[in-house]
């Protein structure tokens, strides 16, 4: 069974410019995450999907970010535009309806703004 | 915050000996998660323990859960050079987890 399939793997951009991330989770995982992880420190939630609905965004900054999960399925994560402040990995993350339950991660996209 | 915090934040040990890193948090949970991380990879679930279990065994880990001092810990017995890794304790509350800033642990062979 393929894991949660996250591209690109890294993305260096300059400031101002938009970035765009997209996620695969695996197959029948109804709940969908996407978390943010500074250099040492441990994922911080910035929304989550319960198929194509977004019921957690409230630490999704609405100024520059967006996400959508078409059909429920894969999603896609944008900035727009970025700062430096910006980067990190974005982690991608899938789990089924139960509750609670494992989280199955991707490997991450390293994102660095100039 | 009801982010979890992991103690120590760095641990260096011999291969063969027992690693134990803490988590403590601050809100009442409804269960407790472990996750380890390889360098430069996503997180991988070890191990889940709920609010109403005190321990739990997987394999050559163990973990404990102590609602009263709000904190627990995870067990790695006779470590490899493998388990050189991250470790996160996520603490479930209502239907969000939040995750720790995490243990660095080096096995040295």
């Known amino acids: 069974e393929a894991g949660v399939v996250q591209s690109p793997r890294y993305k260096i951009i300059e400031k101002k410019q938009p970035v765009a991330f997209w996620c695969n989770p695996i197959s029948g995982h109804n709940t969908l995450y996407w978390y943010l992880q500074n250099l040492g420190q441990g994922p911080e939630l910035l929304i989550r999907y319960e198929n194509e609905e977004a019921v957690d965004d409230s630490q999704l900054p609405k100024d520059r970010f967006s996400a959508e999960r078409l059909k429920g399925v894969d999603s896609t994560l944008k900035i727009q535009p970025a700062e430096l402040g910006d980067s990190a990995v974005y982690l991608c993350a899938s789990s089924t309806w139960d509750w609670p339950g494992e989280q199955f991660f991707g490997p991450g996209t390293r994102l660095t703004v100039l | 915050s009801q982010q979890g915090e992991e103690d120590p934040q760095a641990l260096s040990i011999q291969e063969g000996e027992n690693a134990t890193m803490n988590c403590s948090y601050k809100t009442s949970i409804n269960n407790l998660q472990w996750y380890r991380q390889n360098s430069g990879r996503g997180l991988v679930h070890l191990i889940l323990?709920?609010?109403?279990?005190r321990e739990k065994h997987s394999g050559r880990l163990r973990v404990t859960l102590d609602t009263s001092k709000k904190s627990s810990s995870l067990l790695i017995t006779a470590s490899r050079a493998a388990d050189t890794a991250s470790y996160f304790c996520?603490?479930?509350?209502?239907?969000?987890?939040?995750f720790g800033t995490g243990t660095s642990l080096t096995v040295i062979p």
């Open positions: 323990i709920r609010s109403n279990e």
């Open positions: 996520a603490t479930g509350v209502g239907n969000q987890f939040y």
